[in-house]
């Protein structure tokens, strides 16, 4: 376990990169070179890219995103990213938002509607 100090460097690390990735537009249609690459180095902090968000299963990104030490609202910030990234041609990770979704409310133990309410909406897509 991280002691307070290192955990809160972590928190910071965490939420500024989840920031940049939520301060990108995504609009239907083709991402160009360039735009890959703006969403691909804030995701390398992860440990991740494009082609291994679509390459993992759900559990295994989960799993990915708590070694990291994600805790609730990250995780709820990383799905509505997934969310709003779906929205660019080709790239769908609504399942993926979705099992986050689900997982936060399941593991958190405390009952959220705005989780449930991201929830309904993922499955209605």
Known sequence: MLNKGLRDEEK??????????????FVPKPL?????NDIELPLKDFGLNIET???YENEELITQLMQ?????????QFADFLIEFS?????????????????IQE???VFSF?????IASAKNK
Do not use: G
């Open 12 to 25: 910071i690390r965490i939420d500024n990169v989840l920031k940049t990735l939520q301060t990108m537009v």
């Open 32 to 36: 160009p070179e360039s735009e890959k």
């Open 53 to 55: 968000l679509a390459d």
């Open 68 to 76: 990291l030490h994600f805790d609730w609202d990250q995780l709820e």
């Open 87 to 103: 929205k660019a041609e080709n790239y769908n990770f609504e399942d993926k938002a979705l099992a986050l979704y689900q997982y």
């Open 107 to 109: 593991e958190s133990k």
């Open 114 to 118: 705005a989780i449930n309410t991201k």
